[in-house]
């Protein structure tokens, strides 16, 4: 199973967004089992994909706190589609987290739990929660790649900056071959000059920002409320087609590594 961390310690900035919509293209084009986890308190992933009830079975109890979790994660798990399931959050999460500081192999519990799942998905996408702590570092930790969304504008690249270099420490602690899958830009509009700065910016300097950007649409957020996508909620949108762009990206980042 191949892991992809969709992470920025940014709110707001598209993770969960770009978690479900692509998870959900993958699964229906690629013929790839795609396991999405949220790893996120707030839990707006298991939301969107219309899960209400996760309370007692849900990524709380498979990491645990302090002590190791009691719930094997494959009994979390629910089916979603074809090809696609859930791995749930509920606002617990964030006081497993807390109780995981003090815990023997804090950083690598999430990575234990994914590995005992044995083959049954190809591709786990993890949305992380908009802050640096345990739970984004387990999800670096488990992860071959990380997917980086961000807002075009100056303040959102300071803030990428911070957690480009955590990052780095993550590489250089516990997880030494996570690879940059690459940044995306999210609400991005071509035709603001401060939009088309700041990408290239991040091109000057280097970073590897995506080609395809992923623009506004109130119906990605509409689709979200009712347990949908834009992609069938609204084919015809660009947006659709950019979260499709998208998935090709991705579909041939995982050819290269044969995954
Ligand atoms: N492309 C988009 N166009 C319009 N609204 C979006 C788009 N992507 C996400 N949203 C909405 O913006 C808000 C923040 O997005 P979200 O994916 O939850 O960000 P994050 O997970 O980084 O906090 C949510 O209400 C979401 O539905
Ligand atoms: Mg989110």
């Keep these: 199973m191949y892991t992809i961390a969709i992470a920025n310690h940014k709110g707001g900035v598209g993770k969960t967004a770009t978690t479900h919509v692509l998870g959900t293209v993958l699964a229906a084009t690629t013929g790839r089992r795609v396991l999405l986890v949220d790893m ?17 079975a849900s990524m709380t109890e498979v990491l645990g706190g302090a002590l190791a979790g009691t719930l094997p994660l494959r009994r979390a798990i629910r089916h979603l589609d074809e090809g696609l399931a859930l791995a749930p959050a509920d606002l617990s999460l964030s006081g497993a987290e807390l109780g995981l500081v003090s815990r023997m192999g804090r950083e690598n519990v999430l990575r234990r739990a994914l590995a005992d799942l044995d083959g049954a998905y190809d591709l786990a996408l993890i949305d992380c929660p908009p802050s640096l702590g345990l739970l984004t570092i387990n999800a670096l930790s488990a992860a071959q790649a990380v997917l980086i969304p961000t807002q075009a504008q100056i303040v959102d690249l300071r803030g990428l900056r911070l957690f480009l270099d955590t990052l780095e420490q993550v590489r250089q602690e516990i997880n030494p071959t996570l690879e940059t899958l690459g940044i995306l830009l999210t609400f991005f509009d071509r035709r603001l000059t401060h939009h088309r700065d700041a990408m290239d910016t991040l091109l000057r300097t280097g970073q590897p920002v995506l080609e395809v950007q992923i623009g506004r649409s109130v119906k990605v957020a509409e689709a979200a409320t009712i347990g949908e996508t834009v992609v069938t909620y609204d084919p015809e949108n660009p947006q659709t087609q950019a979260y499709q762009e998208l998935a090709k990206v991705v579909d041939g980042w995982l050819r290269e590594r044969h995954a």
């Design 40 to 56: 996120d308190p707030q839990s707006s992933l298991t939301g969107a994909c219309g899960v209400t009830d996760a309370a007692g």
